[in-house]
């Protein structure tokens, strides 16, 4: 049996807030932000979704 090492990465507040600066004020694609912050493309949309998920329950609507 093999042990699987998990490269999961943790994404900092500062992180975040870089990402949505890139694609708000830079427009930048999610693949240049990913590149730019060490992470897949995938990694950035799916946190740019949980983003909008909590904001859309914070407001109390169906995300």
Known sequence: MTQQSSSRQVWTD???LD???M???LSMS???IGKSLGV???AVCGMFKRI???E???EGRQA
């Open 14 to 16: 500062q992180m975040m």
């Open 19 to 21: 990402a949505l600066h």
């Open 23 to 25: 694609r708000d004020d």
């Open 30 to 32: 999610a693949a240049k």
């Open 40 to 42: 897949s493309r995938a």
């Open 52 to 54: 909008s998920d909590d």
């Open 56 to 58: 859309a329950k914070a």
